[in-house]
């Protein structure tokens, strides 16, 4: 079992920057796959980056390429999501997401979620 809480959400113009934490609970943090997945109103969940427990892969949208980074610190049972270069369309609530295996674009195969955290990007 895995929970998840992230934390790091707020208000931001745009062009700032934002980064959002994910603190995890459990022993066996380091052998999951970490992602990001963001859900705006009346939109689809939609995935937004992942990294594998090793930290040798990592995959994003294209619509956050060149401006997102995520990261982990297996010691630290923490992933983390650096946000650059904000724009209003990345306004949405955002997901941490643990999956046991490789990572998915789906939302639907990953095992655990957190509560989610708000981002508002204003013009």
């Known amino acids: 079992q895995v929970q998840l809480g992230e934390s790091g959400g707020g208000l931001v113009q745009a062009g700032g920057s934002l980064r959002l934490s994910c603190a995890a609970s459990g022993r066996t943090f380091s052998s999951f796959t970490m992602g990001w997945f963001r859900q705006a109103p009346g939109k689809e969940r939609e995935f937004v980056a992942a990294?594998?427990?090793?930290?040798?892969?990592?995959g994003y949208a294209d619509s956050v390429k060149g401006r997102f980074t995520i990261s982990r610190d297996n010691a630290k049972n923490t992933v983390y999501l650096q946000m650059n270069s904000l724009k209003p369309e990345d306004t949405a609530v955002y997901y941490c997401?643990?999956?046991?295996?490789?990572?998915?674009?789906?939302?639907?195969?990953?095992?655990?979620w957190g509560q989610g955290t708000q981002v508002t990007v204003s013009s």
């Open positions: 990294i594998t427990w090793s930290s040798g892969s990592r």
């Open positions: 997401a643990a999956n046991k295996g490789y990572y998915s674009h789906n939302p639907d195969p990953w095992d655990y």
